[in-house]
C-alpha cells in the first residue's frame, strides 16, 4: 500500500515523523520528468528502503536508510522518475530487486485519481 507524493510539499515531507508505518505500507515519489534524486531521513524515525525507478518503471537502485541521517543517498542515474520508499527489509522480502518493475497500471491510476493528469508525470 503505497501513499503517492506528487506535490513538492509531499515529497518535501515524505515519511517525516512517521513512527507507524505498517509492514507494507509506504510511499511512491512521482516526478515529471527523469532525474538525479537525492533522498535524506530527516525527521524519520524508521529506517528506510529506498528504490530508484527509470520512466518505464523498472528498478535501477535499491539502498538501505537510517533514520534521522540527513546525508543524502543520491541516485547514481539521472534516469530517476519514480521513487519508493518502504520499511527496511522490505524489497529483500518480498523478491525484489533491481530490474524488476513497478506496476505503472497502479501507479497511474493512483496519480489519476489524485485529479493529476498521468501523461504529465510518463505514464502512458
Known sequence: SLQVAVLQAEQARGLMQRPDLGKDEGMIFVFP???RQ???MRNC???LDI???GPDG???EIYHMIPFDERGMTSLS???QYVVEMPVGWFAANGVRT???IDMGAASAAVRARGFDPPKFGFR
Open 45 to 47: 524515525p524508521e529506517a
Open 78 to 80: 539521472d534516469r530517476i
Open 51 to 53: 528504490a530508484y525507478a
Open 33 to 35: 520528468a527523469p532525474q
Open 99 to 101: 530490474g524488476d518493475r
Open 58 to 60: 523498472v528498478i535501477l
Open 38 to 40: 537525492s533522498f535524506w
